[in-house]
């Protein structure tokens, strides 16, 4: 069997893949690639990154490098939204609420005062 060259062995994937509809492009050597899982974050060092453009979108490729840490994901805690007594006050004045529906209402829309108060208008109606 004749060994073939790098360029052509190239040369032969860049025709099986053009007859597949798909391009291979290598983007060259990463930094850091970090991958972040759900229970894990995987990163990893000088791989090559190499990207398959398709139909349906592209696909990235890592080859090599060295994995420099594989640790468990950390949940950021969020922090409810405590709406301030002022803008309850805002709130159920302007809508025409008690405080209690003004506040549930500030707490659904984020703190939008505007929001809040269309809302409790809207089921008014």
């Given at each position: 069997?004749?060994?073939?060259?790098?360029?052509?062995?190239?040369?032969?994937?860049?025709?099986?893949?053009?007859?597949?509809?798909?391009?291979?492009?290598?983007?060259?050597?990463?930094?850091e690639?970090?991958?972040?899982?759900?229970?894990?974050?995987?990163?990893?060092?000088?791989?090559?990154v190499?990207?398959?453009?398709s139909?349906?979108?592209?696909?990235?490729?890592?080859?090599?490098?060295?994995?420099?840490?594989?640790?468990?994901?950390?949940?950021?805690?969020?922090?409810?939204?405590?709406?301030?007594?002022?803008?309850?006050?805002?709130?159920?004045?302007?809508?025409?609420?008690?405080?209690?529906?003004?506040?549930?209402?500030?707490?659904?829309?984020?703190?939008d005062?505007?929001?809040?108060?269309?809302?409790?208008?809207?089921?008014?109606?």
């Amino acid at each position: 069997m004749k060994r073939l060259s790098p360029r052509e062995l190239r040369r032969m994937q860049d025709r099986m893949l053009s007859s597949l509809g798909l391009s291979m492009e290598e983007l060259g050597t990463a930094k850091e690639v970090t991958i972040q899982l759900e229970n894990k974050i995987i990163r990893i060092e000088g791989a090559t990154v190499v990207y398959i453009d398709s139909p349906t979108g592209r696909i990235y490729q890592i080859v090599g490098g060295r994995e420099i840490e594989s640790a468990p994901a950390v949940e950021v805690e969020k922090h409810a939204y405590e709406p301030t007594p002022e803008d309850v006050a805002l709130v159920a004045s302007q809508a025409g609420v008690d405080e209690e529906a003004a506040r549930g209402a500030l707490i659904e829309a984020g703190g939008d005062l505007a929001r809040a108060i269309l809302s409790l208008k809207a089921k008014k109606l």
